[in-house]
């Protein structure tokens, strides 16, 4: 079946840093990509997303691109802040409505 | 804004119990997911629905059901609560196939 794996965390940078999140995915043709943050105490919601091969989603100075050949879309962040500390989810869907998630990176980013 | 709910935030039961988590969304959304969250593993799905009377299991189902009677509202039953279920449940709906889920606050219980 299809599956999501992330980098394991947990991960701490200082501000001003350059962050990587690392997500691979397993899936027959051609899903649609997500990345959700989790601030504590929260739900989850939506950061970025990419529903083709090569589509770019971008969101709060936040990226990932869509990469099929590797089947990858790791997230990036040229400089992160202390409010970007969380817990960051890739996730697919496919076919039947199947919501997959990875198992989730804690960032911590300190002054 | 696409409104998610669920009943409780924190709940505490005891083993055996018949226990009932309840979500609501408010757009008239097909699909809604039950995940229960634990640390270093990430979101599982129990089960989902893509339509009214409509359920398929996830890859966790042992141990719960669901309802879905109304279009808005996707009900997680343990049918008797033991232990190893205690953990975050999350509650999410999407309109569509490659559209964002939007999610609940999640209802943290614990099983004593």
């Known amino acids: 079946g299809n599956s999501v794996t992330q980098m394991e965390g947990p991960v701490t940078l200082s501000e001003e840093a350059f962050l990587t999140i690392n997500c691979t995915y397993t899936a027959t043709g051609y899903p649609s990509l997500f990345w959700y943050v989790q601030y504590p105490g929260e739900g989850l919601q939506l950061l970025l997303k990419a529903t083709k091969a090569d589509d770019k989603g971008s969101n709060k100075g936040f990226e990932a691109t869509y990469r099929k050949e590797t089947t990858s879309f790791h997230l990036e962040k040229g400089s992160v802040q202390v409010s970007d500390s969380a817990v960051y989810f890739c996730a697919l869907i496919q076919g039947a409505q199947k919501l997959v998630f990875g198992q989730g990176t804690r960032l911590t980013i300190n002054p | 804004d696409v409104k998610v709910t669920q009943s409780s935030r924190y709940l505490v039961k005891r083993t055996g119990e018949k226990v009932f988590l309840e979500c609501v969304q408010d757009?008239?959304?097909?699909?809604m997911f039950w995940y229960r969250q634990d640390p270093g593993l990430g979101l599982r799905l129990i089960y989902f629905s893509y339509d009214v009377k409509m359920k398929e299991k996830g890859d966790i189902p042992e141990g719960y059901s669901v309802s879905r009677e109304k279009k808005e509202r996707f009900s997680l039953i343990l049918e008797s609560a033991s232990t190893n279920q205690t953990s975050m449940y999350l509650c999410?709906?999407?309109?569509?196939?490659?559209?964002?889920?939007?999610f609940g606050q999640g209802t943290r219980l614990t099983v004593v």
């Open positions: 999410a709906s999407i309109i569509e196939v490659g559209t964002e889920a939007f």
């Open positions: 757009m008239d959304h097909e699909n």
